[in-house]
């Protein structure tokens, strides 16, 4: 589960392309509609804050599994949405400025909760704790640089041409669905040897966290009245986490390669959820339209 140079060069390369994609559709008033509706935003961060990690503890309870998966588990429940969770939003039509802006305030929270909760997950399911301290210069700075920088760059230049930005959106918006497949596929073939073994020890758990996690995410922001270009991004905002995060939790600052598994799986199941999202929210958003 070491670092490679896929998931630590080629992967935030490719997805601050596709932000930068992502940024040229955007506009400020965009932003300055989630500041005039708190409630969205409110409901997206109680939603993955706190209702995916008691799903993740629950599954780990009730799906048999070593203690050490367990913690693994919960701790991918922890982690916040990230680039990817962006990127499927904007495919799926849903409301990206949300996704950003969710992105944005839990990854700042979480640097804060993943060590207090990781913490109580160890104790419980292993009977030890352990020091967990992510470095708050560094994440923050690899979200600002793979996510914000380029979507900034994206709005900028819409404002300053935004008949060139109009028509490079149209181009990036193709190749973000290249790119995202080309990921995949590239997971995939780097795990290909050790899928078979880590799909059966943690296959069941991961289908669970993130059908789950998604569902809860899109009728919470039903029971809540949101249009449904925000329940589009809540579901996926809850349903697809940060596992190059978690995977560095595990396997860097824990240094426990089998607590990284869940992650592994989970990073390559999510995007099978990602692609239905981006078909349903398309063909949601149509049907909208025609309305």
């Known amino acids: 589960m070491s670092a490679t140079f896929l998931t630590t060069v080629l992967l935030p390369i490719a997805l601050a392309i596709i932000m930068l994609g992502m940024g040229l559709s955007l506009l400020p008033e965009d932003f300055q509609r989630v500041s005039k509706y708190p409630k969205a935003v409110s409901i997206g961060l109680i939603s993955q804050l706190i209702i995916l990690p008691i799903i993740g503890f629950l599954i780990a309870k009730v799906v048999p599994m070593p203690p050490a998966i367990a913690v693994g588990l919960i701790i991918l429940a922890l982690c916040p ?25 839990s990854s700042i929270i979480t640097v804060f909760t993943i060590p207090t909760f990781a913490n109580l997950a160890l104790q419980y399911f292993i009977g030890r704790t352990a020091t967990i301290a992510l470095p708050i210069g560094s994440t923050m700075l690899q979200i600002f640089l793979i996510t914000l920088l380029p979507i900034g760059l994206g709005m900028f230049l819409r404002q300053i041409f935004p008949e060139l930005a109009l028509r490079l959106e149209k181009v990036t918006s193709r190749l973000a669905v290249v790119l995202l497949a080309l990921i995949i596929i590239a997971l995939i073939i780097r795990e290909w040897d050790r899928l078979p073994g880590f799909i059966l020890q943690v296959g069941v758990s991961c289908v669970l966290l993130n059908v789950l996690s998604t569902l809860a995410g899109l009728y919470v922001s039903k029971l809540f009245n949101l249009g449904s270009a925000q329940q589009i991004c809540i579901a996926i905002e809850v349903g697809i986490q940060n596992g190059t995060l978690a995977i560095a939790i595990t396997a860097g600052l824990l240094n426990n390669p089998d607590m990284a598994i869940p992650a592994a799986v989970y990073s390559l199941f999510m995007y099978v959820t990602g692609f239905v999202a981006i078909h349903y929210g398309k063909k949601f958003a149509s049907i909208n339209f025609v309305q």
Do not use: M, Q, R
């Open 81 to 105: 949405g990230g680039p990817s969770s962006n990127l499927i939003t904007y495919l799926a039509k849903g409301d990206v400025a949300l996704s950003v802006t969710l992105t944005a305030l």
